[in-house]
């Protein structure tokens, strides 16, 4: 198995940045909990507060697939406060 690793950049929708972030934190903490979940961190822009990076590392990608049907993974999606998700290239990092 090959662990999973990513990082995007989520942009919330106007004026819910704070309820984001709230969700994002919620989001963290349960999915820190997953089995395959090697890491989980989120991070908020000191300059935009509705910018948030998450960097993700999941045993496999049948572990991150795992994530995203979960309950907790699909009730975040739910509440439509994301205006937009954009993965980070690699070549960034180099």
Known sequence: MT???RIVRIQSK???AAAT?????ELQRATKAEAGCREF????ALDDESAFLLIEDFASA?????HMQLQHTQAFF???MVAGIKPIERSWMS
């Open 78 to 80: 739910a509440r439509e």
């Open 21 to 25: 972030r709230a969700a994002l934190i």
């Open 3 to 5: 662990n999973i690793r």
């Open 62 to 66: 049948e572990a991150l697939d795992r």
């Open 41 to 44: 961190i989120l991070f908020q």
């Open 14 to 16: 106007p004026g819910l």
